[in-house]
C-alpha cells in the first residue's frame, strides 16, 4: 500500500486522519464542558496551536545556532542578517511564547492536551520510528558530513 496518492503524490491517508483527529479533538472540546469548562473551541484550539508553534520555533533556533557552532564551513543557500544573535533573541521570545498559554487557567487544558499528544509522538518515535527511519536529502548530507568531519 502506498502512502502517497498515486497520481497526486500527497500524503492522503494521512491528511484525512489528521482532520478527523481534529474535528474530534474540537467536537471533545465543544461538548466536553462537564470536563473541560465552558470554553470557547476556537480559543483552544488557537492556544494549542500557538504552543506547537512555539515549540517548533524554539528547536529551529536551537537548530541554527548548533549548526552554526558545530558545522561552520558548510555551504549555506541563504545567511541569516541576523546570524546566532538573532536567533538566540528569537528563540528567546519564542520561549516566552510558549510559556503564556499556562498562564489562562480557561485554556490550560488544551495547551495540556497538546502537550500530552506531542509526549506521545516522542514515545512513539523513540519505540518505533526512529527504527523505520528514512532520511531527506538534507538529513543524509547532515549525517554524511558529520561522519566525514568525525573521521578526519
Not at 461538548?31 to 483552544?44: E, M, T
Not at 527504527?131 to 558529520?146: N, W
Request: proline share 5%; charged share 15%; aromatic share 12%.
Amino acid at each position: 500500500m502506498s502512502l502517497t496518492h498515486a497520481k497526486r503524490h500527497i500524503p492522503h491517508i494521512a491528511l484525512i486522519v489528521d482532520a478527523g483527529l481534529g474535528f474530534i479533538g474540537a467536537l471533545t472540546i465543544e461538548f466536553g464542558a462537564s470536563i473541560f469548562g465552558d470554553v470557547p473551541v476556537g480559543a483552544v484550539l488557537l492556544n494549542m496551536a500557538v504552543f506547537g508553534a512555539g515549540i517548533a520555533y524554539v528547536m529551529h533556533m536551537i537548530a541554527f545556532v548548533l549548526l552554526r557552532r558545530k558545522l561552520p564551513e558548510i555551504e549555506r543557500p541563504y545567511l541569516s542578517p541576523l546570524g546566532t544573535t538573532g536567533a538566540i533573541v528569537a528563540g528567546s521570545i519564542a520561549f516566552i511564547t510558549l510559556i503564556l498559554p499556562f498562564l489562562d487557567a480557561d485554556y490550560r487544558i488544551g495547551v495540556y492536551g497538546c502537550a500530552i499528544w506531542f509526549a506521545c509522538g516522542i514515545i512513539y518515535f523513540g519505540v518505533y520510528g526512529r527504527k523505520t527511519l528514512v532520511y531527506s536529502p538534507e538529513e543524509a548530507f547532515a549525517v554524511r558530513h558529520t561522519a566525514d568531519s568525525v573521521s578526519e
